[in-house]
């Protein structure tokens, strides 16, 4: 299986300041016959299901505000929220569909300082 | 706009089975290229994928949760009634969490979940 380890566990980050999430996979996720990196990543609210900010490591669902970015490939990915907003408190995950099973990190909750 | 919604039992009596629905609104389930795919999460824990069923028909399950969840569990579908279900034998307190259904999209072997039941409570108990 792919292990998908997220640093760091919980960060505290001010409004309106920039919060960075990163994710390691045990190998690579790109597919080498489409440049394609098979990483996702969702967000989470208490009570609430995830939700998908991002597919292909960086493009953004539908919907989903352009203070949410995704970066990175092969290993190392990122998930920068720029001009933290209140509503962005939740916990984040990172997930590969590069092969079966597919795997998700273990979290980052964000929190604002 | 797609819908899905969970629906079971939330007490399940060790060693017996866990049977949940997935309701689907909003667009029919055998079309499109979609992966129905069952997630779960245990209190205060990360997300586990269980598996799916494809727009076909066939299945893929994980098969490195423990205790050999791919030997007690099957996913199925309902096109009739546009709905998917899981059904997980012989439970134990290990298989307690929140159960989610959720649709699958990708043109590769495997998804990313673009919609998301509410999720269900399931507690194994005597």
């Known amino acids: 299986d792919i292990v998908m380890t997220q640093s760091p566990d919980s960060l505290a980050v001010s409004l309106g300041e920039r919060a960075t999430i990163n994710c390691k996979s045990s190998q690579s996720v790109l597919y080498s016959s489409n440049n394609k990196n098979y990483l996702a990543w969702y967000q989470q609210k208490p009570g609430q299901p995830p939700t998908l900010l991002v597919y292909w490591a960086s493009t953004r669902e539908f919907g989903v505000p352009d203070r949410f970015s995704g970066s990175g490939s092969g290993t190392d990915f990122t998930l920068t929220i720029s001009g933290l907003q209140a509503e962005d408190v939740a916990v984040y995950y990172c997930q590969q569909y590069f092969s079966t099973p597919n795997t998700f990190g273990q979290g980052t909750k964000l929190e604002i300082k | 706009q797609v819908q899905l919604q969970e629906s079971g039992p939330g007490l399940v009596k060790p060693s017996q089975t866990l049977s949940l629905t997935c309701t689907v609104s909003?667009?029919?389930?055998?079309?499109?290229?979609?992966?129905w795919s069952w997630i779960r999460q245990p209190a205060g824990k990360g997300l586990e994928w269980i598996g799916h069923i494809y727009t076909s028909g066939s299945t893929s399950y994980n098969p490195s949760l423990n205790p050999s969840l791919k030997s007690r569990v099957t996913i199925s579908v309902d096109t009739s009634k546009n709905q998917f279900s899981l059904k997980l034998s012989s439970v134990t307190a290990a298989d307690t969490a929140v159960y989610y259904c959720?649709?699958?999209?990708?043109?590769?072997?495997?998804?990313?979940?673009?919609?998301w039941g509410q999720g269900t409570l399931v507690t194994v108990s005597s």
């Open positions: 959720a649709r699958g999209s990708t043109v590769a072997a495997n998804p990313y979940f673009d919609y």
């Open positions: 909003g667009g029919s389930i055998s079309s499109g290229s979609h992966y």
